[in-house]
């Protein structure tokens, strides 16, 4: 996708479910990591991170209505912030997302559980000398490390292997 598909898509879903026109314009940032995108009070443009599109159409759509929300928000001089009655009523009325997925793989240690075998993963590797299973009190063993994508990522894994 273009910016200039991403201006296209930004406007439209502006005048659907705003009822309002988006007369700036949206960008996709590659500098943005952790969040979906962000809105400039400034000037008004809103960024848009270019991995939201690879995370599906849908959650593209509810990254921009959320922004979108923080836009007609603060021209219309009503409160804004995430925090805010207004913001989290209109993001709920036009369907945008409250929070922008995880994206990407993130590095870590997979350890196993040398009593009942579940797998872990954990981004800071730990001295297995020192910490024991909860589930059986076994001792754990380090399998190496790993890249998981944030999905697969959920504390302890199932054991499937």
């Known amino acids: 996708m273009t910016n200039e598909e991403l201006q296209a898509l930004?406007?439209?879903l502006s005048l659907e479910r705003f009822g309002r026109p988006f007369t700036h314009q949206v960008f996709f940032n590659s500098r943005l990591r952790t969040t979906g995108g962000?809105?400039?009070l400034r000037d008004h443009h809103i960024d848009i991170n270019p991995k939201m599109v690879a995370a599906g159409s849908q959650v593209l759509t509810g990254v921009i209505l959320h922004e979108l929300c923080h836009y007609h928000l603060h021209l219309t001089g009503r409160d804004y912030h995430h925090r805010s009655?207004?913001?989290?009523?209109?993001?709920?009325?036009v369907g945008g997302s409250r929070f922008a997925p995880a994206v990407g793989k993130v590095n870590?240690?997979?350890?196993?559980?040398?009593g009942c075998g579940v797998k872990i993963f954990r981004q800071r590797r730990f001295n297995v000398r020192r910490y024991r299973c909860a589930r059986c009190?076994?001792?754990?063993?380090?399998?190496?490390?790993?890249?998981v994508t944030p999905s697969q990522n959920d504390g302890e894994k199932s054991n499937d292997d």
């Open 10 to 12: 930004t406007e439209k």
């Open 38 to 40: 962000r809105y400039h």
């Open 85 to 93: 009655r207004d913001f989290k009523v209109l993001l709920k009325r």
């Open 108 to 114: 870590g240690w997979e350890y196993r559980c040398q």
């Open 137 to 147: 009190g076994g001792r754990f063993r380090l399998l190496g490390r790993v890249s």
